[in-house]
């Protein structure tokens, strides 16, 4: 699933998200069937096996990026993915994890990348340049349900744009 995110009718960002191919298989059963774009959803949030990559397009500001995050990591909360506990532990830990930002921000070309198998989630952040700025393994289920949730549940900022792409046979996962 491929999404473009426009902000203020400027591309900010592109998001690429692959299942592993059970969850694939079965993401593309619901699919063919014409069910309900919930339960696309809903399986694709399954997943234990996916990878997901962020390209930023252009400039963001730290805070803007910061808050962006908890926005939708608010939505998978509110979901019932994650409880009020662990929305607060990542949501106060994001200031530490992406403190490189200072200062420097988002920069066009930086890409975000997680790797989630089984229950284990790797992170990283990737200069334009190729330099790794951050690299970080989280372990709990909660962590795989944050990062796939704020793409999938209802509100998110990607959620439709992903749906679409699959529902209209742009996706490849």
């Known amino acids: 699933m491929l999404l473009e995110r426009t902000l203020f009718q400027v591309d900010v960002l592109t998001l690429e998200l692959r299942l592993g191919p059970e969850t694939a298989a079965e993401v593309r059963r619901h699919v063919e069937a014409r069910a309900a774009r919930d339960s696309v959803a809903r399986t694709a949030l399954r997943s234990r096996n996916a990878y ?67 229950d284990t989630l790797h992170s990283g952040y990737r200069s334009a340049s190729g330099e790794w700025l951050l690299r970080q393994t989280d372990i709990g289920p909660e962590r795989r349900r944050a990062v796939l949730g704020s793409y999938l549940v209802e509100g998110s900022s990607f959620r439709e744009g992903l749906l679409d792409s699959l529902i209209r046979g742009e996706a490849d996962c």
């Open 52 to 118: 997901a990559r962020i390209e930023f397009v252009r400039d963001v500001g730290m805070d803007r990026f910061l808050d962006g995050v908890r926005s939708d990591l608010r939505k998978v909360e509110e979901a019932g993915l994650i409880d009020g506990p662990t929305f607060r532990q990542i949501s106060g830990s994001l200031p530490d994890w992406y403190s490189f930002l200072e200062g420097r921000g988002v920069r066009e070309g930086d890409a975000l990348l997680y790797r989630v198998r089984g």
